[in-house]
């Protein structure tokens, strides 16, 4: 029977208060665990975001917005752009895009893009860029090209009437011949897709978008060749200058050539605003676990203190003392530890939305309300997960602990004889 | 070596000069006034005295839980109030075993457990304490008892455990505080058996209220008013006795 053993067996003396305080402990443990998916969910956003921003160059037809049916905007790049483009050194990817408008009420517009099955989903009020996850259905697949399917914003949906559950079998008409302030008619049949996925984006305007295979908008729109944005992928961000410079060159008669880097550095201040909070809330529930170790163990120690002052009498030293308080503080965070990651693991993707509104929400201007919703938190439980949980229980136990180990040790033997 | 040392070889506990005093509520209460007594090897030895009398006190400075304001305590050749706390943890695991009138087992450790912790302690492996665990439940009658947690045992059965725990390291003294206590007559009557039994191989120190059951120790020491009164010989393997007045 070792000071670890019995510090173990100690645990067990009072079930429901061993449970009692494995919630209070998992508790902590669960909102770290959520602080830290918050963080890293929009870390993952963000980088993507910097990534495709600060190595992607956009192309559109000069001096237009390039939306098939803009009042005045509607001029597209011709076809070979994209052959020219894609044939200067440095550059991995071209993306062609469509765009069209389409109004909705009150007098506003939503956004229809057609882009090739695979390419990314480009959120076209926010720096071109985006990283949508789909929240229901599907997402493309390259039989999907030419097809009349659709993947439908979750702002968008809500103003059709589609619900999450209606996605494979709900439809939207496409109608061209509508009109509104900027956007003028085209003379084509309508249209109905049927909507297969849905996708969230964490942006206001970015969840009003449809995004549909580049063939099936040609064929709604009429739009035989052409393309409204062109999006240029640099291999190394050193290179962008050197591509712009050939891209000046090669198509710069057509094309208005920009890099949009101040959406880049609005993303990042934006993330890394978020990821603070995240970090003040982790820390905030790990001085929590540590609260509340704190009075577990000196609880322990002064109910316990005559058994302390016994042990000591029949010849523990100090260190066996410390030793048997410890495993005890090491085993209670690691149950709550072990609460926490099956909260997590079961109830984490749905609370810690919740958790966002609630604790970073409003320290937030409120038109990053929609990320709430839309943040792609995970909830998996990988190994290194477990080592940080297993890490931050050692850490507590030996923080929390440490007031009531040492009283522990303080005590007398004549403890021993309290009550006679 | 000093000459209470030295006398000391020959006893197992000598007191030279030893007063306690603590203040209390503004005052300062003495415990123990200037207590002189030498307790040789093997036999039991009562300690009698009204309460608060300093009875306890003496058994605490015995055993090294307890420090003189003045005086020396040598307990098998050591100078226990000079001791250091290391020291101090050694001597209380391999010098002296302690017997409390309220048992004092973990409650969450079966008998066997129980006697097997102080072995555990002084670095016995595992395999020898769980032998002589055995083997002194067994000699005490309670080798039924062995799996048994201290509540699904009778008060004379956990007080022949924590008997069979205190001499489990085979201390050369062992100190029982009212050990009969909490016991009934029957149960008192066996327990007070079984330390005379050990007393054959060491030296037994009781405090007790019960002048009957003092009448069965070899030896009993009056205490009252922090002061011993007399010091009587009822065994002559147990040497006389100095009484500091």
Known sequence: MSMVTLGVRNLMRSKPRLLLTAVLIGVPFFLLLAMQSIGQAVQKQADVLTREVNTVVQLRARGSMGHVNMTSQDRILPQDVLAK?????????????????APITPPNFVMHVGLAPNALKR???????????????????????????????????????????????????????RTHPVIYAIDRPKRELRIVGMYASGYVFGDQQLFLPIDTFRSIYGTESGISWLFVRVDDVRNVAGVIQRLKENVGEVADILAPENAAAFTSSTSRNVIQLSRVGGALAIALMVVVVFFVL????????????????????????????????????????????VLFKFAGEALTGRLFAIGIGPFLPSQYKPLFDSLAVGSDISF???????????????????YGVWQATKLSPLEAMKDE | MNEAVQASATSAIRLVGVSKSYRKGGETVHALSDVSLDIGERGMVAIVGPSGSGKSTLLHMMGGMD??????????????????QQELTRFRRQTVGF????????????????????????GVPKAARLARGTSLLERFNLGQRLKHRPRELSGGEMQRVAIARAVANEPRLVLADEPTGNLDSRSGQIVYELLREIARERTVVVVTHSEELAGLADRIIHIRDGQLLDAELADPRVSLATAGR
């Open chain 1, 384 to 402: 290194p997960l477990v080592g940080s949980v297993v890490l931050t229980a050692l850490m507590a136990a030996v923080l929390g602990s440490a």
């Open chain 2, 67 to 84: 420090e003189p304001t003045e005086g020396d305590v040598i307990v098998a050749g050591q100078t226990v109030n000079r001791l250091s």
């Open chain 2, 99 to 122: 017997v409390f009138q309220t048992f004092n087992l973990i409650p969450n450790l079966t008998a066997l457990e129980n006697v097997a912790l102080p072995m555990e302690f002084n």
């Open chain 1, 123 to 177: 959120l076209e009020s926010h720096g071109e860029a985006g990283n949508p996850r789909i929240i229901a259905g599907r997402d493309f697949a390259p039989a999907d090209a030419g097809q009349d399917v659709a993947i439908i914003g979750q702002a968008y949906a809500k103003w059709a009437g589609i619900k999450a559950e209606d996605i494979g079998k709900a439809t939207l008409t496409v109608d061209t011949t």
């Open chain 1, 85 to 101: 483009a894609g044939a200067i050194e440095h550059v991995v990817q071209v993306e062609p895009y469509l765009l069209a408008m």
């Open chain 1, 298 to 341: 000196l609880m322990q120690v002064r109910e316990r203190s005559r058994e302390i002052g016994t042990l000591k009498a029949i010849g523990a030293s100090n260190k066996g003392v410390t030793t048997q308080f410890l495993a005890e503080a090491v085993g209670l965070t690691l149950l709550g530890g072990l609460f926490g990651l």
